[in-house]
T-cell receptor
Framework: GQNIDQPTEMTATEGAIVQINCTYQ??????LFWYQQHAGEAPTFLSY????GLEEKGRFSSFLSRSKGYSYLLLKELQMKDSASYLC???????????FGGGTRLMVKP | ETGVTQSPTHLIKTRGQQVTLRCSSQ?????VSWYQQALGQGPQFIFQ???????GRGNFPPRFSGLQFPNYSSELNVNALELDDSALYLC??????????????FGPGTRLTVL
């Protein structure tokens, strides 16, 4: 089976840096996704990691450690519009059917 | 803009009724996945259709069924609705079933309320 854990809620200040952690357990590993979901909207793709290490994409970076079953999403220079839920997900098998974590609701305060 | 559309936007039903939700995939995409997202939780995988055949199924009872049409649009049918079926139903389309970067696009969802 698969299990994904991430914190339920986080709060951070505009302009700061925040790290959202995700731990996972899978019988086979086929990469890890991060999605952003604003309230009432569709999830939108942020990153896909399949190799260990940090991948940077603008203000957002994603890190993966396969040996530890651990990933994090790093958001820099936080903006109010970054207030959203951040979803960690792993493929159920070699395809793109996904198991999602419960999501981390990030609130950015002025 | 992702190009994935869903209808209706909102729907209210009563227990025991049946419902059909619709999804139009992005142009050229032959794979559609359906997810159920309860309030405050992450999406849960229901099933996936690839070229009109069911390609995988999550842990949902048989009263959740689906179809994919030759134009690759899709329907999710739920029979004998229960209160716990109240959720946002998301569909996602992709060019193929492989998990390559950024190939899966989600629609805005249908909010189903069961009273």
């Amino acid at each position: 089976g698969q299990n994904i854990d991430q914190p339920t809620e986080m709060t951070a200040t505009e302009g700061a840096i925040v790290q959202i952690n995700c731990t996972y357990q899978t019988s086979g590993f086929n990469g890890l996704f991060w999605y952003q979901q604003h309230a009432g909207e569709a999830p939108t793709f942020l990153s896909y990691n399949v190799l260990d290490g940090l991948e940077e994409k603008g203000r957002f970076s994603s890190f993966l450690s396969r040996s530890k079953g651990y990933s994090y999403l790093l958001l820099k220079e936080l903006q109010m519009k970054d207030s959203a839920s951040y979803l960690c997900a792993v493929p159920i098998n070699a395809g793109n059917m996904l198991t999602f974590g419960g999501g981390t609701r990030l609130m950015v305060k002025p | 803009e992702t190009g994935v559309t869903q209808s209706p936007t909102h729907l209210i039903k009563t227990r025991g009724q049946q419902v059909t939700l619709r999804c139009s995939s992005q142009s050229g995409h032959n794979t559609v996945s359906w997810y159920q997202q309860a309030l405050g939780q992450g999406p849960q995988f229901i099933f996936q259709y690839y070229r009109e055949e069911e390609n995988g199924r999550g842990n949902f009872p048989p009263r959740f069924s689906g179809l994919q049409f030759p134009n690759y649009s899709s329907e999710l049918n739920v029979n004998a609705l229960e209160l716990d079926d109240s959720a946002l139903y998301l569909c996602a389309s992709s060019l193929d079933p492989a998990p390559t970067t950024d190939t899966q696009y989600f629609g805005p969802g249908t909010r189903l309320t069961v009273l």
